[in-house]
């Protein structure tokens, strides 16, 4: 059914909220907090601020300004890291009921 492009992106869609209830379920029964972090961008930004472009072909991350070389998605982790940082500082964590208004 995901190969029919009029009903792949709901099927879609369904699955990654259903994940994302669990997900949700299980940090408040263990008392886990869960945080919104926007992931655009990640890739093309070093952790230093520097913006370094590049194609999903290049794997690795290379920073002129700061020097680090570093797998891709590694160096997209922790941004996001810093990111979920940032918004647990601010103290905007989202609830269960939040997330599926």
């Known amino acids: 059914m995901i190969q029919n492009h009029h009903l792949a992106?709901?099927?879609?869609?369904?699955?990654?909220?259903?994940?994302?209830?669990?997900?949700f379920y299980?940090?408040?029964e263990t008392g886990g907090t869960i945080l919104e972090v926007d992931p655009r961008g990640t890739s093309q930004v070093c952790i230093c601020g520097n913006k370094v472009e590049k194609s999903l072909a290049i794997?690795?991350?290379?920073?002129?300004?700061?020097?680090?070389?570093?797998n891709r998605d590694v160096m997209s982790a922790m941004?996001?890291?810093?990111?979920?940082?940032?918004?647990?500082?601010?103290?905007?964590?989202?609830?269960?009921g939040e997330m599926f208004q």
């Open 59 to 70: 794997r690795v991350h290379n920073c002129n300004q700061c020097g680090i070389e570093i």
């Open 79 to 96: 941004i996001i890291k810093e990111r979920a940082l940032h918004v647990l500082l601010e103290g905007q964590e989202l609830t269960l």
């Open 26 to 28: 299980k940090a408040e």
């Open 9 to 23: 992106k709901s099927i879609n869609d369904a699955s990654w909220r259903r994940f994302l209830h669990m997900l």
